[in-house]
């Protein structure tokens, strides 16, 4: 085996290299034309359509006044009449679906 004095040549390269890019990364290397990263926010599909459909029902009324206005003036004329065998089928169809849920 034959040792030279050009031995640490490679090793010295290597040094070297890794102390530029070490260097490279300092706050004093700053580009001049650097380009400032900012955040976004995309909405999807499905969000769209619900923010639309969530506007469509904003319009709606809670209250449906010509509905309001009709049985009033049927109740103050004498009007209005009452379906007792649809009161109770409702009442009965509401309590056993209640009673299967629970």
Same mark, same amino acid.
Request: glycine fraction near 6%; charge should be negative.
């Given at each position: 085996m034959e040792i030279n004095g050009n031995q640490g040549i490679g090793i !010295?390269?290597?040094?070297n290299q890794v102390q530029d890019k070490n260097k490279v990364g300092t706050s004093d290397d700053k580009p001049e034309n650097s380009v400032k990263k900012s955040d976004t926010v995309v909405i999807s599909d499905a969000a769209k359509r619900v923010q639309e459909a969530r506007s469509q029902l904003n319009?709606?009324? !809670?209250?449906?006044e010509e509905k309001v206005s009709e049985l009033r003036n049927q109740i103050q004329?004498?009007?209005y009449q009452i379906d007792a065998d649809k009161i109770a089928d409702k009442m009965i169809r509401e309590g056993l679906?209640?009673?299967?849920?629970?």
């Amino acid at each position: 085996m034959e040792i030279n004095g050009n031995q640490g040549i490679g090793i !010295d390269a290597y040094v070297n290299q890794v102390q530029d890019k070490n260097k490279v990364g300092t706050s004093d290397d700053k580009p001049e034309n650097s380009v400032k990263k900012s955040d976004t926010v995309v909405i999807s599909d499905a969000a769209k359509r619900v923010q639309e459909a969530r506007s469509q029902l904003n319009d709606i009324p !809670d209250v449906r006044e010509e509905k309001v206005s009709e049985l009033r003036n049927q109740i103050q004329n004498g009007t209005y009449q009452i379906d007792a065998d649809k009161i109770a089928d409702k009442m009965i169809r509401e309590g056993l679906l209640n009673d299967a849920l629970e």
